[in-house]
């Protein structure tokens, strides 16, 4: 069983940065796949970067390529999600997700076998 618990979320202005983190448990972070999707109200969650175990590659959507950066720490167990110049269509309720097929970076959501419960990004311009 795999444990996901984001934090860092908050408010900020347009043009601002916020780091989240997603602490996990139960398996290391170099044996699984990873990624960050963000769900806006009344919107489909979508995916946003991702990361794979095994090799450290990463993958970002267009809308976020240039601005944010998906990043792992070891040691910590824990995964980043970079977040620079923010938009306020970077609102959203951002969850973390594992996979443990550790083979390729996923942007399907059908793909991930574990969740987070989220943390709330908000962005005002």
């Known amino acids: 069983q795999v444990q996901l618990v984001e934090s860092g979320g908050g408010s900020v202005q347009a043009g601002g940065s916020l780091r989240l983190s997603c602490a996990t448990s139960?398996?290391?972070?170099?044996?699984?796949?990873m990624g960050w999707f963000r769900q806006a109200p009344g919107k489909e969650r979508e995916f946003v970067a991702g990361?794979?175990?095994?090799?450290?590659?990463?993958k970002l959507a267009d809308s976020v390529t240039g601005r944010f950066t998906i990043s792992r720490d070891n040691a910590k167990n824990t995964v980043y999600l970079q977040m620079n110049s923010l938009r306020p269509e970077d609102t959203a309720l951002y969850f973390c997700a594992a996979s443990m097929n550790n083979f390729a970076v996923y942007s399907l959501r059908s793909a991930y076998d574990y969740w987070g419960q989220g943390t709330q990004v908000t962005v005002s311009s």
């Open positions: 139960g398996r290391t972070v170099s044996s699984l796949a």
């Open positions: 990361i794979l175990g095994s090799t450290g590659a990463t």
